[in-house]
């Protein structure tokens, strides 16, 4: 990013790192941290739940 931006302060890096972008997803039917894991701990749940297919 700096040897195409090279005034890019660490300020403006901070937007492009991937971990702070997904967690300003925390909304309603988005994909941030919480949203993903509450939605794979539902499913592993009723998965486990359910008897296995053969």
Known sequence: ??????EATPEFLKLFDP???VAKREIT?????KAVRSQLDFWRKR???EP???
Request: hydrophobic share 45%.
């Open 1 to 6: 990013m700096l040897i195409t931006i090279p």
């Open 19 to 21: 971990e702070m972008s």
């Open 29 to 33: 039917g988005a994909t941030g941290f």
């Open 47 to 49: 998965l486990s739940s």
């Open 52 to 54: 296995q297919a053969r």
